[in-house]
């Protein structure tokens, strides 16, 4: 039989009930289910392995029974295999996650029937260069930061496009995010709001020590450097705002578009607005 992957959020109660009937689900309608570690604590009525390994398994389809978080964490583990991801929003916001479950099971009827479309998102591969020799790369799908430590005082940044000089200046950070992330981090730090179909990459100083500096948005081909000039005590890479990384002075992070692609699972091609609408409150008065 086919596998289909499951993954769930740590500590949600519902899943006691909910992986059960999701397994017998799949069985009946000839699919293999295969539980992450979270999920194997709530039954053990199907095989359970890491989520780093699932990807071995070669899942025809992904289920997400969490909210954005946990659909980030699952589209870095899946990004080399192009997996289809189903992402069912037991989180707060679930910007991302945008089935609910409710329509957990039409959802999945429609997914048989192939009555859906893959909605492409593209993803953001970054690599740390000290003195001149990359040390540790990664890809993410809403956003690679590079900010000071706790101090409350700034650190200095440089930021290079395609190797020409962008700016240098003082603030607690730089953004840089694929369109999908623009409605993340990007958002919350003033910068622009991108259609997840636009080709850009978004450059985003946080709280910068200048009025004139402004959030960017560069074609999404572009090479982006950004550089630690000058930093209080620490100074961190995070990625997806889940996996951390500490940088040293004169580090180089440096970001292209990545090579793979997530795709989720859509039955509306309206959602990205919907969402606007429903869950930041897009456009309201």
Not at 146 to 168: N, W
Not at 202 to 213: E, K
Request: contains cysteine.
């Amino acid at each position: 039989m086919t596998c289909v992957a499951i993954v769930s959020k740590p500590r949600k109660p519902e899943l006691a009930q909910l992986l059960p009937e999701l397994i017998d689900w799949l069985r009946k309608h000839d699919y293999n289910p295969l539980l992450d570690c979270e999920g194997a604590g709530y039954t053990d009525a199907a095989p359970a392995v890491d989520r780093a390994d699932m990807p071995a398994h070669k899942p025809h389809l992904v289920i997400v029974l969490g909210g954005d978080g946990t659909l980030l964490s699952v589209a870095r583990i899946f990004a080399a295999t192009g997996t289809p991801i189903l992402s069912v929003n037991l989180g707060s916001l679930g910007f991302l996650t945008e089935v609910r479950l409710a329509d957990l099971y039409t959802t999945l009827e429609s997914w048989c029937e192939n009555c859906h479309t893959l909605d492409p998102r593209a993803m953001l591969h970054s690599e740390v260069v000290r003195d001149g020799s990359p040390v540790k790369v990664f890809e993410a799908l809403n956003e690679v930061v590079v900010s000071k430590g706790d101090i409350a005082r700034m650190g200095e940044f440089a930021v290079e496009l395609d190797g020409k000089k962008v700016a240098r200046f003082r603030a607690d950070g730089v953004i840089v995010s694929t369109p999908t992330g623009s409605t993340a981090y990007t958002l919350a730090a003033n910068g622009p709001i991108l259609t997840p179909d636009v080709d850009a990459l978004v450059v985003t100083p946080i709280c910068p020590h200048l009025l004139t500096l402004r959030p960017i948005v560069v074609r999404g081909d572009a090479s982006l450097t950004v550089r630690v000039e000058g930093v209080p005590t620490q100074c961190l890479l995070t990625v997806d705002g889940q996996t951390g990384f500490e940088l040293h002075l004169g580090d180089e992070v440096r970001c292209i578009r990545s090579e793979y692609t997530v795709n989720l699972v859509r039955l509306s091609e309206s959602g990205f607005f919907d969402a606007l609408r429903n869950k930041l409150s897009w456009g309201e008065r």
